[in-house]
């Protein structure tokens, strides 16, 4: 069975840009999370979905982020206009029912100049 | 507050020895979940063990162990007999039940390094 994708693996844009992000979780899993690393800190929450409904977007850092789930499979992060402080690791989790172990892709390494 | 530090962002072990990675915890939750996850070179996080707040025992699963000490908030993860291979960010987290979203809560993470 496949596992968390993500893709790209890497991006690099220039500041002002826009830049989506994919992540694809595991068949099934109806729980769906973005989380990110900012370098050297901790990986902090950004959202959660339940299928194609948000649940919880507490850690989204403000509306230059926007998060989308369309039919409740794969889901989309942008961010526009990416900003210097946007750059990071974004890592995507999934699991089959709320509070059971999340499984995590390998996440998107963005850079922005 | 940070609800979960880690104390050690980097370690030194030589292979085959045992090494402790520390993690404290804050939480007024009376119920919640301990994670360690490992992230190698390669990017992926992966899962290595769990701990319950209301377990009796603290987990073990192969050659990791969770010294977990409710009382000190403590969650230290424990690998014993060092691979090259162990050499990576580990990262703690928790998950409070009173989140019924479940989102995990990290620590900064601590990176290891095995020395042959």
């Known amino acids: 069975e496949a596992g968390v994708t993500q893709f790209p693996s890497h991006s690099v844009i220039e500041k002002g840009q826009t830049v989506t992000l994919r992540c694809d979780p595991i068949?099934?899993?109806?729980?769906l999370y973005w989380y990110r690393r900012v370098m050297g800190k901790e990986i902090k929450f950004l959202l959660h979905?339940?299928?194609?409904?948000?649940?919880?977007e507490s850690g989204m850092p403000n509306n230059r982020f926007l998060a989308e789930r369309t039919g409740g499979t794969y889901s989309t992060l942008k961010v526009q206009p990416a900003e210097l402080e946007d750059s990071g690791v974004y890592f995507c989790a999934s699991s089959q029912v709320r509070g059971d172990e999340q499984f995590f892709g390998p996440g998107t390494r963005l850079t922005v100049l | 507050a940070q609800k979960i530090t880690q104390t050690q962002p980097g370690m030194f072990v030589q292979e085959k020895e045992a090494v402790t990675l520390d993690c404290t915890y804050d939480t007024s939750d009376p119920s919640y979940g301990l994670f360690w996850y490992k992230q190698p070179s390669s990017g992926e996080m992966i899962f290595l063990i769990y701990q319950g707040s209301y377990d009796q025992q603290n987990a073990t699963e192969g050659r990791y162990s969770l010294n977990f000490q409710k009382a000190r908030k403590s969650a230290n993860l424990v690998i014993s007999a060092s691979q090259l291979g162990d050499s990576a960010m580990y990262f703690c987290?928790?998950?409070?039940?009173?989140?019924?979203?479940?989102?995990?809560?990290f620590g900064q993470g601590t990176e290891l390094s095995v020395k042959p």
């Open positions: 068949s099934g899993h109806d729980n």
């Open positions: 979905f339940v299928k194609e409904s948000k649940q919880d």
């Open positions: 987290a928790m998950r409070e039940a009173h989140d019924l979203g479940g989102k995990l809560i």
